[in-house]
């Protein structure tokens, strides 16, 4: 029974450290693995978060190849952010096994005095499966996806946290 206890001890401690692995991503003096690619928009790291300023872009966006999310394990993904903008749509993207954009939408809240953390579930999609490599964070008007609106005092997001989570166990280990 000792060695029944140990292994379980065990496999749940090595286990663990595989879903370490992918993330967090704290943006902490560094965009860390985040780009602001493919649009007009501007990615700068600061001393506590990253600032991704809209800059006329229609779809402002970060973007990572090199995430490494292991999609079998973590079916959610927590974003802390501060909205100073007009926007009020985030859209998690990522790139499935057959290198197909596959989406999930998500309300956030405009001109944000303070920062919010909101809890995406790409687990719900099908194709979240494998290794996940491909994840972009964009940034639209609103729930009819309309283009990112900008303002003239530069409309940004202030991103301080992406971080990659599992399904939380609560059950109770009995003999």
């Known amino acids: 029974m000792r060695n029944f206890y140990f292994l379980t001890f065990l496999t749940f401690f090595l286990g663990s450290f595989e879903a370490i692995a992918q993330g967090p991503w704290t943006f902490t003096n560094d965009n860390e693995i985040w780009a602001s690619t493919g649009t007009s ?8 978060y990253s600032t991704l300023t809209i800059n006329g872009a229609g779809n402002p966006q970060i973007v990572t190849t090199e995430a490494n999310v292991n999609a079998d394990l973590m079916d959610y993904a927590s974003i802390t952010l501060k909205n100073n903008s007009d926007n009020l749509r985030m859209r998690f993207i990522f790139k499935d096994a057959s290198n197909t954009n596959r989406y999930i939408d998500v309300d956030i809240t405009a ?4 920062f919010k953390t909101y809890t ?6 099908s194709f979240w499966t494998g290794t996940i490599n491909a994840i972009t964070i964009q940034f639209k008007a609103n729930s009819a996806n309309a283009a990112a609106v900008d303002t003239a005092n530069g409309a940004r997001f202030f991103i301080d946290d992406i971080t990659m989570l599992t399904p939380s166990f609560s059950g109770i280990l009995q003999n």
């Open 41 to 48: 928009a501007n990615v700068t790291a600061g001393e506590t």
């Open 111 to 114: 001109n944000d005095s303070e």
């Open 120 to 125: 995406i579930i790409p687990g719900q999609n």
